[in-house]
């Protein structure tokens, strides 16, 4: 059975960082893209970053690009998501999501809360 | 805003069918048959009913089925249930910058 499970999240202030941890578990992580993809509260889901099985590319949604940075450690069976200068509007539930390889996102993780607040 | 237009409700009595429509155009929906649907109830995450336009994971109710027309996705729920009750959200691969694309979320009210 596939499992992700986020930690890492938690209150920071404008300006700070926080890092996202995914655990995979029930597949071979290697294999697949991996995703970043949240939600800020009552809202709709946004794609938020992707990285390549090999780790060697990286895609990042306009809004994070250049604060926000992607990877994995296909050894530990994890993949990250290192945020800095966060804003007021990067509040969000962040769930780590594993990529079908049928072009959708096929298991989901239990999320993160990531709140951003003085 | 969203990329993808889906309506904010839509409501049906139990035994019902309703259909849930996600509007994009040719550079997503239009462009690629690689549209997905998902189904989240509240506090959970998402969970995959539809990919590729049309095909079901394995575990997913056949009253569950998508299709598309130009760029136009639906999602037709058949046999309306108690437990369909809740969000979805269609979402398409887009080429690049953003690669994916989601709608605004559809809430469905078994009346």
Redesign the interface.
Known sequence: EVQLVESGGGLVQPGGSLRLSCAASGFTLSRYWMHWVRQAPGKGLEWVASVKPDGSEQDYVDSVKGRFTVSRDNAKNSQYLQMTSLRDEDTAVYFCVKDSGNWAFDSWGQGALATVSS | Q?ALTQPRSVSGSPGQSITISCTGTSSDVGG?N?V?W?QQHPG?????II??VT?R?SGVPDRFSGSKSGNTASLTISGLQADDETDY?C?S?AG??????????TKVTVL
């Open positions: 969203s690629y690689y997905s998902y959970k995450a998402p969970k995959l990919y590729d095909k994971p959200y979402c691969f690049s910058h953003p690669p994916w694309v989601f709608g605004g979320g």
